[in-house]
């Protein structure tokens, strides 16, 4: 090493330690930084379960923090209050939701409204069935008139809106879609999408098929691919194949 004028071997070294120190710190700092991570998704699922099963009133932090087998104050350290945590768990399923969306259907394709709206409503049949919390976690909420869901309305729910409305008219002026107010034909694929999470326990019992079972899940999706793109959406798939 080449020791510039002035400059002390012992400064050297102290300045060739701190070196180290800095770079051994950033491999730590972004291990610490998933670690936080990871830890604020563990709790934004187990909140979801807990609101899904307790309602807003009945749930608890401290349950919360048991069903994670943690401290009660760790929560608290990333979210103050119960309904900071619970509008921070909407916003963590919502942003998975959207994450799929631009993914499977991005905006900037050249998918068609129709080929659009079939994704975007797959990927949300998807996610409920694998975490049927989220359905029960927003049913809670249609109980009561109360400030979450006018918030989650505004925040949430009208971006969403806004991305989906626009392609359902376009189907319908295309004539691939039923004519009908779009704000119907959405939340009719919203109940659709969110059957099996519904209906999966009652199903069980009477006729011992599972909302869990692959198969099942398939079964229950492609019919409804069928019902509502059902031959349109085979002749958009035919015509794009020539």
Avoid: C
Avoid at 20 to 47: D, F
Avoid at 164 to 171: D, F, K, T
Avoid at 226 to 233: Q, R
Wanted: glycine residues 4%; without cysteine.
């Amino acid at each position: 090493m080449v020791i510039p004028a002035g400059i002390s071997s012992v400064a050297v070294l102290i300045a060739g330690e701190m070196a180290k120190k800095t770079v051994g710190r950033r491999p730590r700092k972004r291990a610490e930084q998933l670690r936080a991570i990871e830890t604020r998704t563990a709790i934004l699922n187990a909140a979801i379960s807990e609101f899904a099963e307790k309602g807003f009133g009945g749930a608890s932090i401290r349950a919360i923090a048991d069903r994670l087998g943690l401290q009660h104050p760790l929560i608290t350290y990333h979210y103050r209050s119960k309904d900071i945590l619970w509008r921070a768990a909407a916003e963590h399923a919502f942003a998975q939701i959207r994450a799929e969306w631009d993914i499977s259907a991005p905006m900037e394709s050249d998918l068609s409204p129709l080929a659009r709206l079939r994704q975007e409503y797959t990927t949300l049949f998807r996610y409920t069935v694998a975490f049927p919390e989220f359905h029960r976690f927003m049913r809670q909420e249609t109980l009561t008139n109360n400030p979450r869901l006018k918030w989650v309305a505004e925040v949430i729910l009208a971006p969403l809106l806004g991305r989906l409305l626009p392609q359902i008219v376009e189907a319908q002026r295309q004539g691939l879609l039923p004519v009908v107010d779009p704000i119907l034909f959405h939340y009719m694929m919203v109940s659709l999408t969110a059957t099996l999470s519904e209906f999966g326990p009652e199903m069980q019992v009477t006729s011992g098929l599972s909302s869990e079972n692959p198969k099942v899940v398939e079964a229950y999706w492609s019919l409804v691919d069928d019902m509502i793109f059902g031959k349109e959406w085979k002749q958009l798939a035919k015509a794009h194949k020539r």
